[in-house]
């Protein structure tokens, strides 16, 4: 499976070309929110998610069968988030997604009133 191909659809909202990357039964949990979706509701809480947004993917690795990417996406209004995501694959096509959405910001001010870590970039 070509994931650079599936995330260019994905943050393109392109439906026609996210479905075939998925098998027919397959199945993807947002485990954050605590919510499952078909492949077709999976396609419209993607595509008709309010506004515009792209991202890009900054790390990929193959562990078996399964596809672990992170990818930061952001919103034109300027608000961003990181997604990870564990693709599992059968007979080529996804059949099951797992993803962790989390929104971007600053460290909590506890952190910041403890001084301890720092900025990654």
Same mark, same amino acid.
């Given at each position: 499976?070509?994931?650079?191909?599936?995330?260019?659809?994905?943050?393109?909202?392109?439906?026609?070309?996210?479905?075939?990357?998925?098998?027919?039964?397959?199945?993807?949990n947002? %485990?954050?929110?605590?919510?499952?979706?078909?492949? &077709?509701?999976? !396609?419209?809480?993607?595509? =008709? @998610?309010? #506004?515009?947004?792209?991202?890009?993917?900054?790390?990929?690795?193959?562990?078996?069968?399964?596809?672990?990417?992170?990818?930061?996406?952001?919103?034109?209004?300027?608000?961003?988030? %990181?997604?990870?995501?564990f693709?599992?694959?059968? &007979?080529?096509? !996804?059949?099951?997604?797992? =993803? @962790?959405? #989390?929104?971007?910001?600053?460290?909590?001010q506890?952190?910041?009133?403890?001084?301890?870590?720092?900025?990654?970039?």
């Amino acid at each position: 499976m070509d994931i650079q191909a599936f995330w260019a659809a994905v943050l393109g909202q392109d439906a026609d070309r996210i479905r075939p990357f998925f098998h027919p039964e397959a199945t993807v949990n947002w %485990h954050c929110t605590n919510e499952q979706f078909t492949v &077709e509701e999976y !396609i419209r809480a993607n595509c =008709e @998610y309010p #506004g515009q947004w792209d991202g890009r993917m900054e790390r990929v690795e193959q562990l078996g069968d399964v596809t672990v990417t992170a990818v930061k996406v952001f919103e034109a209004g300027g608000q961003s988030f %990181h997604v990870v995501s564990f693709l599992r694959l059968a &007979e080529g096509k !996804i059949a099951q997604l797992d =993803e @962790y959405w #989390g929104d971007d910001g600053p460290a909590p001010q506890w952190r910041r009133d403890k001084k301890i870590g720092k900025n990654i970039r």
